[in-house]
Each structure stands twice: as structure tokens, then as C-alpha cells.
């Protein structure tokens, strides 16, 4: 009984904490993943014209960029 108080005491108390971290989470992720979908299509440019090394190896950067924030 006492546990149940305490683990749910202690859930209300760092609940702001943890939405603050969730937030803060999400928002990293949210960036990266626009830099990285930005990198991808830099890439694809790139790639299509006349800097064929530069543009795949930008487009790598931005899928596993990509990939590593949606999982």
C-alpha cells in the first residue's frame, strides 16, 4: 500500500520533469529530421547535375540522418 502511494506521489512530482524532457525530445527530432529531409533533397539536386560524388554522399548523410530520427 504505502509503495502505491509513494510511486504515485512521485509520478505526479516529476511529471512536469518529464514533459519538459519529452518536449525538448521531440523538438530535437522534429529539427533533425527537417535538416535531415533537407540534406536529402540538397543531395538529389546535387546529384542529378554535374556533382555526382558530392550529391550521394550528401543524400547518405540526410537518409541515415532521416531514418535515425524516425526510429
Known amino acids: 500500500m504505502l509503495d502505491a502511494v509513494l510511486g504515485t506521489l512521485w509520478a ?10 519529452w518536449g525538448v525530445d521531440l523538438l530535437g527530432r522534429v529539427t533533425a529530421l ?4 533537407t540534406l536529402m533533397v540538397l543531395g538529389a ?3 542529378a547535375g554535374s556533382l555526382f560524388a558530392i550529391g550521394m554522399a550528401v543524400f547518405l548523410i540526410g537518409l ?6 524516425l526510429g
Open 45 to 47: 539536386a546535387l546529384w
Open 64 to 69: 541515415i540522418m532521416t531514418l535515425r530520427c
Open 12 to 21: 505526479i512530482l516529476t511529471f512536469p520533469f518529464r514533459l519538459l524532457a
Open 34 to 37: 527537417a535538416i535531415g529531409f
